[in-house]
């Protein structure tokens, strides 16, 4: 399995993903497989396509925003997997829970897919089990990836309304100690940006380089059947 130094070139930019996400290329139904994602994991995914040569695996990511309505994930993703399964060899979900409550994995468990172990996408970037093993220490940090650092304004700013109300800012974020960016690439803009995230909530700041961690491990051994 191979890690992609540098992202591929042409992808689809952030506001798309994040609002209506991304639609799969197609191809042979009798030999193709069907990576169902989050926006929010895209680039990361075609990376390891690319990078891997998976030749014979197309991506369909739902909207990344979906994570702002957790309720809404798992009557989207079934609506998705009903739609594609007849064009597809194998559909494989890559979500961990994501705020479901345990709806999205009822959910896969119906259709018969797969889904990816763990809470959510700070866990499987990170590790799942040294995630889980630490999280006890670390319920005073607030996560981001390099997604949700280019998108902190659409995803955590304007939502919580804080341009508007920064009073509010210590009824949300009071509790919490430090910002952890989980870094899946070395990209000194993002961690610029990281930083003045962390300046915004009033948090210390952490970076923390975990790569694609987990979610790599699960592309390969579905990419391997």
Known sequence: MTAPADL???LPDDRTLTDRGLAPAGGDAASRVLLLACGALAREILGL???NG?????LMCLPAILHNRPDRIPPAVEDAVRK????????FVVYADCGTGGDLERTCD????????????????????????????ECTAFYLTDFLVRQFDAFVWKPLGLARHPELLEM????YEKLVYQAQTDDA????RARDCAARLGLAYERRFTGYG???????????R
């Open 214 to 224: 987990d979610l790599a491990a699960s592309l390969n051994a579905w990419a391997a």
């Open 8 to 10: 591929p070139a042409g």
């Open 172 to 175: 949300y974020f009071g509790n």
């Open 49 to 51: 396509i690319e990078a």
């Open 54 to 58: 998976w030749s014979h695996i197309d």
């Open 84 to 91: 594609h399964r007849a064009a597809y060899a194998d559909i």
């Open 189 to 192: 803009a993002l961690d610029a």
């Open 110 to 137: 119906a259709l018969g897919v797969e889904m990816i172990r763990g809470p959510h996408c700070y866990a499987f970037y990170q590790g799942i089990d040294d995630f889980i093993q630490h999280a006890e220490d």
